[in-house]
């Protein structure tokens, strides 16, 4: 079994700064690629941004510039760094991971709990 544990939010006032983690742990052979969702209260969820094991990353238009996602191999665990935060940014924040395990070289998706992060106008 793999589990995703995220910390990190909370409230913050906009233009403030946070940095949430994630911990990939359990029966783990490799953790390809890593990423953030959020969802906003009445909203789909949504990818803010995500990074290969190789370390390319991608953003959603609306981060950019503002967030930066990184990870640490060694220890399974990725990393949003969230600069400038604005009110819309406020959602609960989910990490996610492509995992192989080492049983048959199984790949699962894996999702986080969650992680509220609130910004005040």
């Known amino acids: 079994q793999v589990q995703l544990v995220e910390s990190g939010g909370g409230l913050v006032q906009a233009g403030g700064s946070l940095r949430l983690s994630c911990a990939a742990s359990g029966n783990i052979f490799s953790v390809n690629a890593m990423a953030w969702y959020r969802q906003a209260p009445g909203k789909q969820r949504e990818l803010v941004a995500a990074i290969t094991s190789g370390g390319s990353t991608n953003y959603a238009d609306s981060v950019k510039g503002r967030f930066t996602i990184s990870r640490d191999n060694a220890k399974n665990m990725v990393y949003l760094q969230m600069n400038s935060l604005k009110p819309e940014d406020t959602a609960v924040y989910y990490c996610?991971?492509?995992?192989?395990?080492?049983?048959?070289?199984?790949?699962?998706?894996?999702w986080g709990q969650g992680t509220l992060v609130t910004v005040s106008s």
């Open positions: 996610n991971a492509q995992v192989v395990t080492p049983l048959y070289y199984r790949k699962l998706e894996v």
